[in-house]
């Protein structure tokens, strides 16, 4: 549906790009005529990912237009010094903030640490990628665009999730606050709020039983789970030219299940028995950007 050359000459950075939607994101992008960085924790993950995209959109032809490099948004300094290094060889024109960590947990089970990591990777992990970009955009006064990725139950909140609920709604205020002080001075805030996309290793990890599965699908009107693919084209859209009328919206991808309530994992956590709660406590290491 989009013509071949709708992100040429862009160049894009994504947070969390080594895996699910943050790559499926990217390969999209190097479709469209976009050069990609790409930023995550795991030096080997961002490897692997980068040979896979050069095989799957074009070899040795795009092999300037995909770029890894370790970071850990949590970290406001490494950031910086990521940003800057990148904008020596030139400015960026989209970030698309997707690094995220989230587990499945009762509250009172859950440490101030695992609070701390998830909100440190997904709201200052933000924070930390859109100032850096954000000022250096407004120094040169060029125009740029940010794209967030929250999810569907930052306004009514979601029971099990916790710290995921806290930090995507603080993600949901920053994108809407920086789209109106932003706006005028050329700079686009928008957001994707996926609803259950599956991605490797995302549903074992939330949903302990395959049945969890299917009862999460009853509750969607689709009846179905949404694909990457179809993620990675409203990304794709959202990034473009193509909407730049579009400012401050959070675009909900979903099949239609916040309508009948937000927060799947309300309704599944309930499910879950005593032993399914003790094998799935969250360990000490943080979860994975």
Not at 43 to 63: I, K, P
Not at 179 to 189: D, F, H, K, S
Not at 191 to 216: C, N, Q
Request: proline share 4%.
């Amino acid at each position: 549906m989009f013509q071949k050359d709708l992100l040429q000459a862009k160049r894009i950075l994504i947070t969390g790009g080594g895996t699910g939607l943050g790559k499926a994101a990217a390969q999209r992008f190097l479709e469209l005529g976009a050069e990609v960085y790409l930023c995550g924790r795991r030096q080997d993950v961002l490897a692997a990912t980068e040979q896979e995209l050069h095989e799957r959109t074009g070899g040795s032809r795009d092999h300037k237009k995909i770029h890894t490099l370790p970071c850990d948004v949590r970290d406001a300094a490494a950031v910086e010094e990521l940003i800057g290094a990148i904008w020596a060889e030139g400015p960026l024109d989209v970030l698309m903030n997707n690094a995220a960590g989230n587990f499945l947990s009762r509250t009172e089970d859950l440490s101030l640490g695992a609070f701390q990591s998830v909100i440190g990777i997904v709201l200052l992990g933000t924070l930390h990628t859109t100032m850096a970009c954000g000022r250096r955009w407004l120094a040169e006064s060029r125009g740029g665009v940010v794209l967030n990725i929250t999810t569907t139950y930052t306004t009514t909140g979601s029971a099990y999730v916790v710290p995921s609920a806290v930090a995507k709604a603080g993600v949901h205020a920053l994108t809407r606050s920086l789209a109106v002080e932003w706006g005028n001075r050329g700079i686009r805030m928008n957001a994707i709020a996926p609803g259950p996309i599956p991605t490797e290793g995302a549903f074992s990890r939330l949903l302990p039983r395959p049945e969890l599965a299917e009862a999460a699908k009853k509750r969607i009107p689709l009846g179905r789970f949404g694909t990457t693919e179809e993620f990675a084209n409203l990304a794709a859209f959202l990034v473009s030219d193509g909407s730049g009328y579009i400012n401050g919206d959070v675009v909900t991808m979903d099949g239609g299940e916040w309508l009948q309530g937000a927060g799947e994992f309300t309704a599944l956590g309930r499910e879950l028995t005593e032993e399914e709660w003790q094998r799935m406590r969250p360990k000490k290491s943080a979860p994975k950007a």
